[in-house]
Structure formats: C-alpha cells, structure tokens
T-cell receptor, first 111, second 116 residues
C-alpha cells in the first residue's frame, strides 16, 4: 500500500464549477502538506502548502488538512479551462525533506 | 529569476546504452533533488543534495545509477546501462530555506527518457 493515495480521475467539470480533490495518507509523521499543479510536459508547480492541520485560502484555492483523519483536500472555486491539469498532493516530514507524492488527479474543466 | 534548467529535454536511447542528465538549480539554492516520474504517477525521490553532499540517496538504484554535484551548484544524473524500465521523466528540483519556515521546491521541466 502506498503512503499517499489519490484518486487518478479524470475529473471532468463544467466551467465555473467547484473542483474538489483529496488525498489520504498513512504516515502520521508528515507535517507539511502541499498541492502541486502539473501541466502536460511541464514540471510540477506549487499551488498551496499547509503546515500541520487547518485551512488555508489563496484566491480561488482552499486547502484543508485533517491530521486526525489523515486526509487533505483542495478546492478550486469558479474553475476555468486553464485549471485543466494534473493535481498532485505531496507531503513531507520536515521542511526541505523529500516530498512524498500522491499519484495525481487529472482535472478537465470544460468551457 | 531563471528557473531550474534541465537538459536534454528529450532523450531516446537503446537499452544497455549509457545516458546522462544535467540540472542547473536556481541561483543560491543549496538543496537539489532528483525525482523520477513514471507515466500516470507522482514523482519519487532518487537523491537529495545539501550543497555537494548527498544526504538522502536511499532510493537511488546504485548498481546502475550515479549522481554528482560538484562545487554544490549544478548536478548530473547518470544511468549505465539503461534498461527498458528506466523510461520515465527525470525531474530536478531545488530549494533554499533562507530564514523561511518552509522551503518550496521548484521543479524543472524534466528530461523525458525513452529506452528502446
């Protein structure tokens, strides 16, 4: 069993809808939780990071971490076709340590 | 500010041949990472450098893979000999703490390797 599980999708939504993504993990030592976006043939780019449990909002993006349930979420409001990409959750035990990624969820936002 | 630079972007070789990938991190970033990304999966760490020292290479298949980071700046990852299963994207990332509580890892575009 992988340390970080993520539904591969694809997830198809109409433009303007809310996109809901999530990951579960098994290692309680993870302290930093990230969401990366990866366009085709590009490297991942950081969208959000959260330290420990709680919520964080940045524009149209909201990240939630529930360490008691070992569950993290990313919500994208007012989704745009440009949000079509693969979204990867990632986590680490300490700042600067290796990232352990989920398998990624493909998201398609249809105009 | 220039991002992480990787070359080549694409490489096609026959099995048993050697191959090398090069990475130049963001200026001033002392931590450098090599990740392997198989199709449809998330990246997995191969090796992490702090300056010129390899501090985490537990996932590097040392029988065929080697890496170096001379002078603590750019880095080279080598495979010799390559096998069919090595076909993947090899990503380089860099980060710097610089007084922050969290050091973001910035990724390069990757090198897509195809082994025939």
């Amino acid at each position: 069993q992988k340390e970080v599980e993520q539904d591969p999708g694809p997830l198809s939504v109409p433009e303007g809808a809310i996109v809901s993504l999530n990951c579960t993990y098994s290692n309680s030592a993870f302290q930093y939780f990230m969401w990366y976006r990866q366009y085709s043939r590009k490297g991942p780019e950081l969208l959000m990071y959260t330290y420990s449990s709680g919520n964080k909002e940045d524009g149209r993006f909201t990240a939630q971490v529930d360490k008691s349930s070992k569950y993290i979420s990313l919500f994208i409001r007012d989704s745009q076709p440009s949000d079509s990409a693969t979204y990867l959750c990632a986590m680490s035990k300490a700042a600067g340590n290796k990232l352990t990624f989920g398998g990624g969820t493909r998201v398609l936002v249809k105009p | 500010e220039a991002g992480v630079v990787q070359s080549p972007r694409y490489k096609i070789i026959e099995k048993k041949q050697p191959v090398a990938f090069w990475c130049n991190p963001i200026s001033g970033h002392n931590t450098l990472y090599w990740y392997l990304q198989n199709l449809g999966q998330g990246p997995e760490l191969l090796i992490r450098y702090e300056n010129e020292e390899a501090v985490d290479d537990s996932q590097l298949p040392k029988d065929r893979f080697s890496a170096e980071r001379l002078k603590g700046v750019d880095s080279t990852l080598k495979i010799q000999p390559a096998e069919l299963g090595d076909s993947a994207v090899y990503l380089c990332a860099s980060s710097s703490r610089q007084g922050r509580s969290y050091n973001e890892q910035f990724f390069g575009p990757g090198t897509r390797l195809t082994v025939l």
